[in-house]
């Protein structure tokens, strides 16, 4: 997977919010952010949890990305592996 860069972070975070963006890239292209889409729940609850332990509560997480605490609270929960899906 691809480094995250500043440049990787700053472009998945212009897709992730104009999803208009994403007419503009060619086949390979969005191959690529689905490739790097793909571990998003890990990848949210791997922050949350950082971002709380560092202090921040879930309702002020929420605030600053635009959700709701409690959605925050429900990131901060393991991930569900594929051997616990029946």
């Given at each position: 997977m691809t480094d995250l860069t500043p440049?990787?972070?700053?472009?998945?975070?212009?897709?992730?919010?104009?999803?208009?963006?994403?007419?503009r890239l060619q086949p390979d292209e969005l191959f690529a952010v689905l490739a790097a889409a793909k571990g998003g729940r890990k990848t949210l609850h791997d922050v949350t949890v950082r971002l709380n332990s560092a202090g921040y509560t879930?309702?002020?997480?929420g605030?600053?990305?635009?959700?709701?605490?409690?959605t925050v609270s429900r990131w901060a929960k393991p991930p569900k592996t594929s051997e616990e899906t029946p």
């Amino acid at each position: 997977m691809t480094d995250l860069t500043p440049e990787v972070i700053n472009a998945l975070v212009r897709l992730m919010s104009d999803p208009t963006e994403l007419d503009r890239l060619q086949p390979d292209e969005l191959f690529a952010v689905l490739a790097a889409a793909k571990g998003g729940r890990k990848t949210l609850h791997d922050v949350t949890v950082r971002l709380n332990s560092a202090g921040y509560t879930f309702a002020q997480i929420g605030e600053r990305v635009g959700a709701h605490e409690s959605t925050v609270s429900r990131w901060a929960k393991p991930p569900k592996t594929s051997e616990e899906t029946p």
